[in-house]
């Protein structure tokens, strides 16, 4: 039998606008393809090992008040506990997208989740629809239709798992490289102050500092949990951050070190003006005018 799905005869670019509408009637949300959730904790807390399973409630034959009101609550009693059990599987399905943060699936898998969640979505509006009727539900029927949709339910969270496992041995691959823009950024980090403290502007540096530690903060977030994209752009990004970043160390070097030429070259011209003043005052040679000796130099010129 063609599915509901199938009835709409919507167009290939509908698939999924019909999804969602079919999420909107389930009551769940149906994240986006580019969405991100978290795949560990919809793994660990949402699957259907905990569903409840529907126990049939014998009806009475008997025609009374008492019996008609006891056959509605058996009846609604049963549909509590097949929703449950419905909502169980609905809930998490709701929270898996297409792929998880940055981890890509292949074409080949990334069909086969969109497909089996097309078809488990179905599944689950056929018994949202049996559960709606009035008085005792099919109990059997709605039943196998739940172990169906548990099994292709089952089958999704398997694919999520190898795709997490192989994401996770993607992203180790960059693990070196990782640590080796940490190494980078904590050396040249170390001899800023050293550089600095002979009052030359810093601020190429700074900027190419700042700009290398937050991208290499989003390469460390990316690299914990997964984020496969993002990581392969900031290691990239890392490439032309850490160039730039050890240029502008080399320049403040070279200012710093001309500073110092230039301090210890106006220092060694005052000790030399100096020296031949205080020849010129001992010798009382003519022309050693010390009116205008700063105070700074009154100690060298009275040894």
Known sequence: MPSNLEKTNNAPGQTVSWANK?????NIELPDDEGDTDLDAVMAGGGTSASADAVIVKEDD???PDAAVADAANADKQKQILYARKQAIAIPLGKLPERKKGILFSPEMANYIKGARLELLNLLLEIQTMLECDGMPDVPGVTAKLEASEKIFDRINSKYSEALREAEAAVDRYRDQVQEAHNNLDTIGQARDEIAKWDIDM????????????????????????LLRDLQRTVEEEKANSENLRQAHHQAIVAAESAKERLSAK???????????REKLLSGEAGADTNNVPAVYTAFLAD
């Open 22 to 26: 079919i999420a909107e009637v389930l």
């Open 62 to 64: 008997s025609a009374s």
């Open 203 to 226: 601020s190429s540096f700074d900027e190419a500092y700042d700009k290398s530690s937050n991208n290499i903060t989003a390469m460390d977030t990316a690299f914990n949990y997964c």
């Open 267 to 277: 220092v060694s011209s005052i000790d030399s003006d100096m020296v031949s003043l």
